[in-house]
């Protein structure tokens, strides 16, 4: 019993100091941005701001036509981006058409 109370003890408290596991895909703008551009050649593609007036933030697509990859950041109005989506197979769709008819 004293063992697997020690155990828990300790495993519970490494859950507890660990950092969060989204602080690991976030870094400063400048930095997030310099990255999607010269490793995955990914350009701005569509943004616009998220929330009320005092707590607002910035989301962002970024996208390659070349490898068809995208990533989704989000920015604090401190200048901290996150990625919160990425991935690959991105098309630009025109407005008014549907993505599902462009399926085979």
Request: aromatic share 8%; proline share 3%.
């Given at each position: 019993?004293?063992?697997?109370?020690?155990?828990?003890?300790?495993?519970?408290?490494?859950?507890?100091?660990?950092?969060?596991?989204h602080?690991?895909n976030?870094?400063?703008?400048?930095?997030?941005?310099?990255?999607?551009?010269?490793m995955?050649?990914?350009?701005?593609?569509?943004?616009?701001?998220?929330?009320?007036?005092?707590?607002?933030?910035f989301?962002?697509?970024?996208?390659?036509?070349?490898?068809?990859?995208?990533t989704?950041?989000i920015?604090?109005p401190?200048?901290?981006?996150?990625?919160?989506?990425?991935?690959?197979?991105?098309?630009?769709?025109?407005?008014?058409?549907?993505?599902?008819?462009?399926?085979?």
């Open positions: 019993m004293f063992k697997r109370l020690i155990v828990s003890g300790l495993l519970f408290g490494m859950a507890a100091t660990a950092p969060p596991a602080a690991a976030c870094a400063m703008r400048d930095t997030v941005v310099e990255r999607l551009s010269t995955y050649s990914e350009a701005l593609t569509a943004g616009g701001l998220q929330g009320k007036q005092n707590s607002t933030t989301i962002e697509v970024w996208a390659s036509k070349e490898s068809g990859t995208f989704v950041i920015t604090n401190q200048g901290v981006s996150c990625v919160v989506a990425a991935g690959t197979d991105w098309f630009q769709s025109e407005a008014g058409s549907d993505p599902a008819d462009t399926a085979s």
